[in-house]
């Protein structure tokens, strides 16, 4: 039985290199900027390019946000705003949730502060909010993101072709997805 409480509390998870903090309008600003960044754009497929307010406003409305879980990667020590990740689409009924992750800029990857802010919010997702399951969607050309989710216990469920539309070229869609047991054996 899932704990819907452990989403409504908005915890700060901490870890070695990163903390997970609730995103909130203090980050507005460098969530925009991030928003701008070509090669993140191009990593998340994201076509729209959402103005000022319009990030501010979901900043500020997540503490509000009842069934899903909104953070801010921030760098340990330091508190640098690094990216943001997302617990969502949850299916109660279920016991299973969404995920998505981004850094907010290039030159914060590759250096393991995805791996480990993932390791920490399934952490929490499966023994604290007790889901059954996660899951995710990841274009088939961003290996560096499949490695990661793989280390964390994620394996392909299925694919949807050509997902995607970025420069005049189509892309698949990777659906990857995580059970408790799985992300247990992954940690062990
Ligand atoms: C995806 C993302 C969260 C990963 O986090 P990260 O901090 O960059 O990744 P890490 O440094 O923790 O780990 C990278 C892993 O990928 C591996 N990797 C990197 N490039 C790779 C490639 N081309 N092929 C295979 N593996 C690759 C690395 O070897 C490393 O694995 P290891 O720790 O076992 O050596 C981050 O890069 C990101 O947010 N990117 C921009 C947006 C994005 O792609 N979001 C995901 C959308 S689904």
Known sequence: MIDLSALREKP???GER???VPLAVEHADDFFESTRDEEVRRLT???RRPDYDEIRDWCA????QFDRLDMAIVEDPGGRFVGELALRDLDADNESAGYRIA???IEFTGQGLGKEATRLVLD???NRVHLHRVWLSVYAFNMRAIAVYRSC???VEGRLRNALLWDERRHDALIM??????FRRARD
């Open 153 to 155: 216990g994620f394996s």
């Open 61 to 64: 409305t997540r503490a509000d």
């Open 124 to 126: 929490y997702a499966f």
């Open 12 to 14: 700060t998870l901490a």
């Open 103 to 105: 850094l907010s800029a």
């Open 18 to 20: 990163v903390s997970l």
């Open 45 to 47: 497929g994201t076509h």
């Open 177 to 182: 997805g995580v059970l408790e047991s799985d």
